[in-house]
């Protein structure tokens, strides 16, 4: 039987960096949609069939979810090839984010850097929380009335770690309003490293900190970029600095090293992600890389590739992909102006629906916004009209408190020095509060066995016979007698009573607990639970009761940022408005607003089929500096400027209101919210 070539598939350009196996370094650097991603797939593909071990390959990619995708298209890719019955992927151990990979190598190399084994992470909220604390117990608060919040000490101290640059280079050039600070907040970041070391605990951060430390040992480097006979990474324009340097340190010569990635769709500069990574790339090993262009898209039909180059045509720097495809015909781009949020939450629902009944299941459409909260709105209307949805890019399952309050009792299992944790855990005990806590955790963090010093502690009077209940489970948890996830069966039935006790809605956060305990099934080990949960919180679904099945149909929400790589027919953006995009938050620099502008891009270039940009002509913003939410006159976006509106078509609705389009007068704000609120501390 002949089997089919996948090569066969691809253009020619693809097949070239598919195929490439010289020593050098390879870069494909191509505009969206233009199968970078599917390039990478198949070239781990190809590798695997010509021999290379997929244990010795290491796939970074920007979520969980893409780097099982990717899997998921080599596997098919390998079946078809090589005429294999089985229908598992390629079994590619090494592949997630850098931070998953990061947390992986460290705790297997752990004994040999000075780090425990059984170190947890903490997540970004757990994270300001320690800094907050650390901050309080140094005495920064109460003295110096003005000194920067934990959010944004945080802030700061993550961009120096992630970008290299010194502290006073990073507060000049991005907090310059703190620069009085410096000397203050060395004092407080060096206590903070203390902190998390005497807790055993590890930031986001340190995951790539400590990596790039470690291959800074020639030993050590040595040993760990010798396990990789290749390292492939997608969307490489949002990596930071420190990601590059990793990458460098673990393939010094590049031979073995693909990265793919578009300068026009770097969105992650915010967080100190780099396009300097992908546009230096080609000098930065030591020897020069191949790098391989493509310019044919293939997801989006032309009206929808003309709207989006359009906007980023007018962006400052020039990106020089040039693409065309070759699905024709297709209906515009549109413009759908609404009164308000409301009305808009109405019209997309009723669009959703129109779509589906033309045969756009609910899954192939999405709907993206700027931030988090925009689409509460939605999430409202479709609720009532009980449309399935599961949202992407936001964090509420793992923040709601009953979620807290469970994932913390496993984590202070796992490591009983962690205090964030152990502070939380105890206090759910009536009759433990802040004072007692502090004395127990200050007791086990001396101990040189922390879990004989809660043993021996002594609660106060009114909490004496729920203590001894707890020091029974936190016993058994410890020792890790139990399996898990049967562990933590164990923890939720402890936990379900004092849940019962605190909250009146207990029945319904039962469910969310559930929803834990059938995510826990899919890890082999508690710690892994954990630190995959940590870094890549699961998503949120409209009736909680867990994940969508995979033959139901339900439509995708999520932020823009996390919908970065994938494609869908029908794509709904929301408040494609001055104040969202660009963010309200983002106008200071030109910078920030060329970032934006890509973020558009990126939302745009997502739509295959159908795309909407809705523009609410009146709609909240919500002031962070206190002044609550407040009504303002926004009009479209300034990155669809009136020469463009060509390439898009115009609606108003309900039709009734076609008078509020926008003239060029209304678009202008009336009002500064922000220039209002400044005026008020002046
Ligand atoms: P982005 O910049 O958004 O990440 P990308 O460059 O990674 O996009 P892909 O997601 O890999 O693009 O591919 C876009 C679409 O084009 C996918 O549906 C993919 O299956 C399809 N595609 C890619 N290459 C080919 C090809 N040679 N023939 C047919 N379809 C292709
Ligand atoms: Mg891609």
């Given at each position: 039987m002949?089997?089919?070539?996948?090569?066969?598939?691809?253009?020619?350009?693809?097949?070239?960096a598919?195929?490439?196996?010289?020593?050098?370094?390879?870069?494909?650097?191509?505009?969206?949609?233009s199968?970078?991603?599917?390039?990478?797939a198949?070239?781990?593909?190809?590798?695997?069939?010509?021999?290379?071990?997929?244990q010795?390959?290491?796939?970074?990619?920007?979520?969980?979810?893409a780097?099982?995708e990717?899997?998921?298209?080599?596997?098919?890719?390998?079946q078809?090839?090589?005429g294999?019955?089985?229908?598992?992927?390629?079994?590619?151990?090494w592949?997630?984010?850098?931070?998953?990979?990061?947390?992986?190598?460290?705790?297997?190399?752990?004994?040999?850097i000075?780090?425990?084994?059984?170190f947890?992470?903490?997540?970004?909220?757990?994270?300001e929380?320690?800094?907050?604390?650390?901050?309080?117990?140094?005495?920064?608060s109460?003295?110096?009335?003005?000194?920067?919040?934990?959010?944004?000490?945080?802030?700061i101290y993550?961009?120096?770690?992630?970008?290299?640059?010194?502290?006073?280079?990073?507060l000049?050039?991005?907090?310059?309003?703190?620069?009085?600070w410096?000397?203050?907040l060395?004092?407080?970041?060096?206590?903070?490293?203390?902190?998390?070391?005497?807790?055993?605990?590890?930031?986001y951060?340190?995951l790539?900190?400590?990596?790039?430390?470690m291959m800074?040992?020639?030993?050590?480097?040595?040993?760990?970029?010798?396990r990789?006979?290749?390292?492939?990474?997608?969307?490489?324009?949002?990596t930071?600095?420190?990601?590059a340097?990793?990458l460098?340190?673990?393939?010094?010569t590049?031979e073995?090293v693909?990265v793919?990635g578009?300068?026009?769709?770097?969105?992650?500069?915010?967080?100190?992600?780099?396009?300097?990574?992908?546009?230096?790339f080609?000098?930065?090993?030591?020897?020069p890389?191949?790098?391989?262009?493509?310019?044919?898209?293939?997801?989006?039909t032309?009206p929808?590739?003309?709207?989006?180059?359009?906007?980023?045509?007018?962006?400052?720097?020039?990106?020089?992909?040039?693409?065309?495809?070759?699905?024709?015909?297709g209906?515009?781009?549109q413009i759908?102006?609404v009164?308000?949020?409301a009305?808009?939450?109405?019209?997309?629902?009723?669009?959703?629906?129109?779509?589906r009944?033309g045969?756009?299941?609910?899954?192939?459409?999405?709907?993206?916004?700027?931030?988090?909260?925009?689409?509460a709105?939605?999430?409202?209307?479709?609720?009532?009209?009980?449309?399935?949805?599961?949202?992407?890019?936001?964090?509420?399952?793992?923040?709601?408190?009953?979620?807290?309050?469970?994932?913390?009792?496993?984590?202070f299992?796992?490591?009983?020095?962690?205090?964030?944790?152990?502070?939380?855990?105890?206090?759910?005990?009536?009759g433990?509060?802040?004072?007692s806590?502090?004395?127990l955790?200050?007791?086990m963090?001396?101990?040189?066995?922390?879990?004989?010093?809660?043993?021996?502690?002594?609660?106060?009077?009114?909490?004496?016979?729920?203590?001894?209940a707890f020091?029974?489970?936190y016993?058994?948890?410890?020792?890790?007698?139990?399996?898990?996830p049967?562990?933590m069966e164990?923890?939720?039935s402890?936990?379900?009573?004092?849940?019962?006790?605190?909250?009146?809605?207990?029945?319904?956060?039962k469910?969310?607990?559930?929803?834990?305990?059938?995510?826990?099934?899919?890890?082999?080990?508690r710690?892994?639970?954990?630190?995959?949960?940590?870094?890549?919180?699961?998503e949120?679904?409209?009736d909680q009761?867990?994940?969508?099945?995979?033959?139901?149909?339900?439509?995708?929400?999520?932020t823009?940022?996390?919908?970065?790589?994938?494609?869908?027919?029908?794509?709904h953006?929301?408040?494609?408005?001055d104040?969202?995009?660009?963010?309200?938050?983002?106008?200071?620099?030109?910078?920030?607003?060329?970032?934006e502008?890509?973020?558009?891009?990126?939302?745009m270039?997502?739509?295959k089929?159908?795309?909407?940009?809705?523009?609410?002509q009146?709609?909240?913003?919500?002031?962070?500096?206190?002044?609550?939410?407040?009504?303002m006159?926004?009009?479209?976006?300034?990155f669809?400027?009136?020469?463009m509106m060509?390439?898009?078509?115009?609606?108003a609705?309900?039709?009734?209101?076609?008078?509020?389009?926008?003239?060029?007068?209304?678009?202008?704000?009336v009002m500064?919210?922000?220039?209002?609120?400044?005026?008020?501390?002046r």
């Amino acid at each position: 039987m002949q089997l089919p070539d996948p090569l066969a598939e691809l253009n020619a350009q693809q097949r070239e960096a598919v195929t490439h196996d010289d020593q050098r370094p390879l870069l494909v650097i191509a505009g969206a949609g233009s199968g970078k991603t599917n390039t990478l797939a198949h070239r781990v593909a190809h590798l695997i069939r010509n021999g290379a071990d997929p244990q010795r390959m290491m796939l970074l990619t920007f979520s969980r979810r893409a780097a099982q995708e990717m899997e998921r298209r080599a596997g098919t890719v390998l079946q078809r090839a090589m005429g294999l019955q089985s229908t598992t992927p390629p079994n590619l151990p090494w592949s997630g984010t850098f931070h998953s990979l990061g947390a992986r190598l460290l705790r297997e190399y752990a004994p040999r850097i000075g780090l425990a084994e059984n170190f947890t992470i903490h997540d970004r909220g757990d994270s300001e929380d320690l800094m907050g604390l650390v901050r309080h117990e140094i005495g920064f608060s109460e003295q110096k009335k003005r000194f920067p919040l934990k959010g944004t000490c945080l802030g700061i101290y993550s961009r120096v770690l992630n970008t290299r640059e010194p502290l006073a280079e990073v507060l000049q050039s991005v907090y310059p309003w703190c620069t009085q600070w410096e000397d203050e907040l060395k004092k407080l970041f060096g206590a903070y490293v203390e902190a998390k070391q005497q807790q055993n605990v590890l930031d986001y951060d340190d995951l790539l900190g400590f990596w790039a430390d470690m291959m800074s040992e020639p030993v050590l480097a040595q040993e760990v970029g010798a396990r990789f006979d290749h390292a492939l990474v997608d969307e490489y324009q949002d990596t930071n600095r420190l990601q590059a340097e990793i990458l460098l340190s673990m393939k010094p010569t590049g031979e073995g090293v693909t990265v793919v990635g578009d300068d026009a769709q770097s969105i992650y500069s915010f967080r100190g992600a780099t396009v300097r990574n992908i546009l230096d790339f080609p000098h930065r090993f030591s020897q020069p890389a191949r790098v391989v262009t493509l310019e044919r898209n293939y997801r989006s039909t032309q009206p929808i590739l003309d709207a989006s180059n359009a906007v980023i045509a007018a962006a400052r720097e020039r990106f020089t992909k040039n693409l065309y495809t070759e699905k024709g015909a297709g209906a515009k781009a549109q413009i759908v102006l609404v009164p308000d949020e409301a009305q808009q939450a109405r019209w997309v629902a009723d669009e959703v629906l129109r779509r589906r009944e033309g045969g756009v299941t609910l899954k192939s459409q999405a709907v993206l916004f700027r931030a988090s909260n925009h689409s509460a709105p939605l999430e409202l209307e479709l609720a009532r009209r009980n449309i399935p949805f599961v949202k992407f890019g936001g964090l509420k399952f793992l923040e709601a408190a009953h979620v807290k309050d469970l994932m913390a009792v496993l984590r202070f299992a796992q490591n009983p020095r962690g205090r964030m944790a152990g502070f939380r855990v105890v206090q759910l005990i009536p009759g433990i509060g802040p004072a007692s806590a502090t004395r127990l955790l200050d007791a086990m963090a001396d101990a040189p066995e922390p879990l004989v010093a809660l043993q021996q502690f002594e609660p106060p009077a009114a909490a004496r016979e729920e203590w001894a209940a707890f020091t029974s489970l936190y016993a058994s948890l410890v020792n890790t007698s139990l399996a898990f996830p049967a562990d933590m069966e164990l923890a939720r039935s402890w936990y379900v009573p004092h849940l019962e006790r605190m909250h009146d809605d207990a029945q319904v956060r039962k469910l969310d607990l559930e929803q834990l305990a059938r995510m826990a099934a899919a890890y082999p080990t508690r710690e892994r639970f954990l630190t995959e949960l940590t870094l890549d919180p699961p998503e949120v679904t409209s009736d909680q009761s867990g994940p969508p099945l995979l033959d139901e149909d339900y439509l995708i929400l999520s932020t823009i940022h996390s919908a970065k790589g994938q494609e869908w027919k029908a794509v709904h953006v929301l408040n494609v408005v001055d104040g969202c995009i660009p963010s309200d938050m983002a106008t200071g620099t030109s910078e920030e607003i060329e970032e934006e502008r890509r973020l558009l891009y990126v939302a745009m270039t997502r739509a295959k089929e159908h795309l909407h940009l809705v523009v609410p002509q009146r709609f909240y913003v919500t002031q962070q500096s206190g002044g609550g939410d407040r009504h303002m006159y926004a009009g479209r976006s300034r990155f669809i400027a009136e020469a463009m509106m060509g390439a898009f078509e115009q609606l108003a609705w309900p039709q009734a209101d076609a008078s509020l389009a926008p003239s060029r007068e209304a678009q202008a704000p009336v009002m500064s919210v922000r220039d209002r609120s400044r005026a008020a501390w002046r």
